[in-house]
């Protein structure tokens, strides 16, 4: 027992570190339990047990402090097991995006460089096509769930289930500086690769507990407390799950994961476990709202926080007819990730429902501890005026410092002592933040981050392109969705058509060096992009003489 | 502007320090209000003007950072605006206890060394008393409510408003260490003189926010929320009133402060700003339930915290039948104060009326980040099994790391790396605190402690007293008070009686040697007092023999 180290008269200077999180689960809700699709059930004592197990498997697999650990799953008890295993040795949890591109797939595990690597059997083709990026990987530990697995096409240090069971239990975690980095996870590159961030265990504790009093402590009607029963439905993969796995077991809320996301499993689950929290990005929300069993469902006792994307006043409007009780939340990946909530301030009470859907669409306020600023455009010095549009900056306890081995894009993203985010915006007089428009050549569609210069690079590449822009188009399922234009040289004029094009993008996808949710579905043939006097593409010339060419072709 | 200090791509370092709590309500609620006794109203806006102008105030007087501003006011828009002005500069707020004796008033600060004072009128008197206390005091600010205050007694710097108006608004707080202290207060000895405890930013930040949790997110119908409108009975210069008006500011909700205390204003403020939330010790929600004006006061939507004693099962049933929802919670002072309260789990939801009563007379489960454990009375090893009486141990990120300037008593504070609350108790299978009985010789009165070696070396100065010992018995009012047992020598026999040692101690109070709560109100003379092997006063034994006549007495 370390207590043997202090002397009489030496205080116990606390740490912020994630172990203490747990305790105050196990306190309160030994017995409340953590769910794992249809089947699966166990309580919190269990889940202590097994997060001992697997950190008693990882130390004897070698893993010291510091050493990263890589995750590649669905959301499960699995990822919520290694949220706490894995940092609470002192290790970096990495976790993986499975959706993206293969280049990025590769690129990030390569680049977090994990010594040993969780990934579930459904990911293995994939994991095939990255093979040169294992090379820091001393062990690969492969989860299956079904009973004859196929012929693993690697060699496995052993199977998830089967070393936790053989695992010594009572693994001791001991106290270490609570600046220890603890979780490692990639932001899907607005240009170029993925960019990694990666936050201590005190800037996770730290957004935990403002987390909890965003949604406890405000007179919004998204309470999140102990008595819910909380299913996330964004990936656990990235930004912890907007941290409120964290939470949910600090407060020892029944927790659901949903394994491979099905939308009738997922329908179901709500139903069986009576959700009444979760958590998506609004083409999610869009889904369930439309999904014919849905319409059977008893939504009123379910909040739910919409982010990733703006919330738009009609999906807002669906969503509280029926009888839905939906917050906005605004925050990024370098910002682990909150910044921002919806709340509906109680002097808003009187007001109309236009514009408490109005206060829904917004970015909201921010969360305790974090101040939100807006900068102008041209960054040298920061606005005092917040009403006028700019560029929104934050500071928080729990902000990346930096983009993970990458000083160069980190001079970008910390300036004058700010964050920023890269998003354009102002403040209202009630303290509103509103997010309007972007910096980067981007789209986010269904949550995740397009890159135009990418996409711009590929279609290039068909015989015949001599230019291309692509511009992000506002949609109500998706957010924003890309559409490109395209300048056809005089060698070939007649001969290519959008369809060509469309086809050869396809091939991207399949290839895997494309994700599916970043091809474009408007391929638009035009004479000329205008650009910039600095050659720039100058998007809001394009939307003013195409405009019209991209809405009528919908 | 700092911000010019930063190059690009560094991380502002955002340190938990108290001026961050005050902006979160600036951006919530503006234009919410603090309110004083019947008169005074300000919004938040305003607020942060005084808080402003407190600190440009003293900031001319000199205080610079490290340096002491004592406080001796009531309950009061002043006293919350020094809760942010003075750490906000770096400086630390001493807060003193005007109710205890003069010689424990004058220790208090002449060991805190304010270089400032703060002083309301009505203290004068007990400031003259302890003039030679004042030594370091180079400044003292006088509060003054009479339109024609007497001549004061003492070369004042100036009236507290004439000072605020006088000041230049806009002084700018820098950040600095999160580690910087923050506050200094002192707790009434159990045994010599008080002894003081000071805490940090990072401590009182982070108690804010386990605070707000603990209120906010679990399933207790006690839940305190920006809506709510808080006004404090429990002495601002102690335990910062439960650290409450540090989390009403930081969630923007409405505040009101009574002044000094008179029972008829008080409930005139709790009808006049419809109250729904408070703190108080028991004593004080027994005086209020009795009142014969509270009778028809509407207390369904006022929730209350009642902290300082444990609140009996019969004063518990009364506040329910009432409509009042009370919840306990159990601090110490050296806890800054928080350790726990009494949520009723959610799985206690179906249990008898008597269970709930239970649970609200324990001292309920620790807050987020609190841990808690049972030592050996013996102290030398942490027992592992809790459900045992020994003595209660804790550990949390704002516990107090020493007693100021006082090595020795801090040795007995801090063991094995764990806080000795010196308190008796158990936890029991459902993970609720049980405080039992304590380890020092002391009543708590009222939510004060009473020394009883003070009590029983005054009480041996009457002539002819041979023997004195004094226990604490157990009240409904009070939660305990201190009963004296005498052994009379046999020289003076039948010539002393109760009655004159009665009188004797009254002449203690007169003079400020004793202050009122710690006047025993039981005399009783008996013909020896019970002692241990080792001497020491057998309080058992006492209780066994002599018990019958204790409550015969009543």
């Known amino acids: 027992m370390n207590e043997l180290l202090f002397s009489s008269g030496t205080s116990y200077e606390y740490p912020l570190i994630i172990k203490k999180i747990l305790t105050s689960a196990l306190r309160y809700a030994p017995a409340r339990t953590i769910c794992y699709r249809d089947g699966l059930t166990y309580t919190y004592t269990t889940l202590e047990d097994r997060i001992k197990r697997l950190a008693g498997t990882l130390s004897a697999l070698g893993v010291k402090k510091g050493d990263v650990v890589g995750m590649v799953d669905y959301n499960s008890h699995r990822f919520l097991e290694s949220y706490f295993a894995v940092p609470m040795m002192g290790a970096v949890l990495a976790t993986f995006n499975w959706r993206q591109g293969i280049d990025e797939f590769g690129h990030t595990i390569s680049h977090a460089a994990p010594r040993v690597l969780i990934v579930h059997e459904d990911f293995l083709c994939l994991l095939k096509k990255v093979k040169d990026s294992l090379e820091h990987v001393d062990h690969l530990v492969l989860i299956t769930e079904t009973d004859h697995p196929e012929e693993p096409l690697f060699s496995f240090t052993g199977e998830y289930e089967d070393l936790l069971a053989q695992a010594p239990p009572g693994y001791e975690f001991e106290d270490f500086d609570e600046n220890t980095p603890a979780t490692l996870y990639y932001t899907s590159g607005t240009t170029g690769l993925p960019k990694g961030v990666s936050f201590t265990h005190r800037q996770i504790v730290l957004q935990t ?14 309470r999140f407390s102990s008595k819910d029963v909380f299913m996330p439905l964004v990936p656990m993969w990235k930004e912890h799950a907007w941290g409120l796995p964290y939470l949910a077991t600090m407060l020892g ?4 994961y949903t394994g491979k996301f099905e ?10 476990y009576r959700i009444t929290f979760s958590v998506c990005v609004p083409t999610a929300l869009h889904m369930i709202l439309e999904h014919p069993y849905a319409k059977e469902l008893d939504l009123s006792s379910c909040k739910l926080i919409v982010t990733g994307a703006r919330l738009s006043e009609k999906l807002a409007k669906i969503a509280l007819s029926r009888g839905l009780q939906v917050t906005s939340a605004f925050g990024l990946s370098e910002a682990c990730p909150l910044v921002s909530m919806t709340h509906l301030k109680g002097d808003l009470d009187g007001r109309t429902t236009k514009k408490k859907i109005e206060v829904l669409a917004s970015a909201g306020l921010p969360a305790p501890l974090v101040d939100v600023e807006i900068a102008e455009t041209s960054g040298h010095l920061k606005k005092t005026d917040n009403l006028s549009q700019g560029q929104v900056i934050i ?15 980190t001079m970008n993203l910390w300036k004058h002592g700010w964050l920023y985010t890269g998003d354009l915006g102002f403040i209202d007089k009630d303290g509103y933040i509103h997010v309007t428009d972007r910096v980067r050549n981007v789209s986010k569609s ?21 230019d291309a822009a692509v511009v992000a188009v506002p949609d109500e399922v998706w957010g924003e969705r890309p559409a490109v234009f395209v300048v056809i040289d005089d060698a070939h004029g007649a001969t290519v058509d959008s369809v060509q094009i ?24 035009v004479d000329e992009i205008p650009k910039t006097e600095v050659q720039k593409i100058d998007v809001r010339e394009i939307m003013e003489r195409y405009g019209d060419l991209l809405f009528s072709a919908g």
């Open 263 to 272: 939308m009738e499993c997922m329908l179901h689950l709500f139903t069986k």
């Open 253 to 256: 809320a029944q927790q659901v």
């Open 395 to 409: 500071r928080s306890p729990w902000l990346a410092r930096e983009y993970h081995r990458d000083p160069k894009k």
């Open 446 to 466: 269904g949550g995740e981050w397009v890159s135009h210069l990418k996409i711009e690079n590929l279609v290039r590449k068909y015989p015949g392109v001599k």
């Open 502 to 525: 469309e086809k050869f993008m396809h091939s991207f996808v399949r290839t895997g060096d494309l994700p599916k949710y970043a091809l474009p579905d408007r391929y638009l043939i």
């Open 209 to 222: 507990l403002s987390l909890g009093l965003t949604l406890g402590s405000y007179s919004s009607k998204i």
